[in-house]
């Protein structure tokens, strides 16, 4: 069965973003892992409010990608050419897409999606990328209340620039 | 000047403790850097809340320690043979402190004290042992609008467990 990523940047004091959405705060200079992640999959899941985000500030969707965006809005096209557009709750329709042919599917976020997806238990993976930075107030991941969920460390890297890489799996 | 050093275990998901306090989560069949960590220390600051804890559970203080308790409530004899009672917010006496002699001092917890401590810019050192596991709900360190803080990570391991212990000295 296909694997559920989720990969993100936080701060140490676990926000993905600032309270408006910004990650100016986060390494650029350096691929930090991104391209090795990338060869391994094929699908993109994205929330609404981060799909709106990368529009506002033109940011490209992931080319080559799948990209679904799950949205409770009503009167989306499906899709638009570089985006797929998901009506309601993303638990079904992402237990489906795992049972499909396929490479990995990352998780991108936001935090509601990341949220409701693990739990869902739909997540497989869990790969954090820690900035050496107290942001303060923000956008947090794991905002909500979850299940108790083990997690097993299956790789860890800290780059020279202090930013610290924890994979974790996701028991069950 | 004596350096203040918070030192916590988290979940990756930046509890310190179940909604009830309870640690009961946390690995406790190793030594994890802790005897290292109390050779650099003479010095304990634990809130009031946490003291309460220790003492519900028949947890001893810190022996040949210094510790001290921040409580707002009144009416405590101010030393009770283990840990001196400090009336009213904490910045101030830890301010002092730093100024006295001494080895560094522990910022034990929890997450209140050491906001509390992270806003008035009082903290040089801040360790976290993060476990393994979403906890899902409960304290969180880090709870409260902080200022936004640059760190400089210069100590990291990751034990056979899965447990990663990340050391980060904070920038001024």
């Given amino acids: 069965m296909r694997r559920v990523k989720l990969f993100v940047a936080t701060s140490l004091d676990n926000y993905i973003a600032r309270p408006d959405g910004a990650v100016d705060w986060l390494f650029t200079d ?45 009167g989306r096209d499906t899709y638009d050419g570089h985006v797929e557009y998901v009506p309601g709750h993303a638990a079904e329709f992402v237990s489906d897409l795992k049972q499909q042919d396929g490479k990995s599917i990352w998780l991108c976020g936001g935090a509601e999606l990341a949220d409701e997806l693990i739990r869902a238990k739909l997540v497989d993976e869990v790969s954090v990328a820690v900035h050496p930075r107290l942001l303060g107030r923000g956008i947090r991941l794991f905002g909500t209340v979850l299940p108790e969920t083990e997690l097993k460390l299956i790789e860890h890297k800290a780059w020279p620039n202090g930013l610290v890489s924890l994979t974790y799996e996701v028991m069950r």
Avoid at 58 to 70: A, H, I, L, S
């Fill in 30 to 74: 350096g691929d930090y892992g991104m391209s090795d992640f990338f060869a391994s999959i094929d699908t993109v899941l994205l929330g609404r409010h981060t799909h709106d985000w990368m529009i506002k500030h033109g940011m490209p969707f992931y080319r080559g990608m799948k990209n679904f965006v799950f949205t409770h809005q009503a």
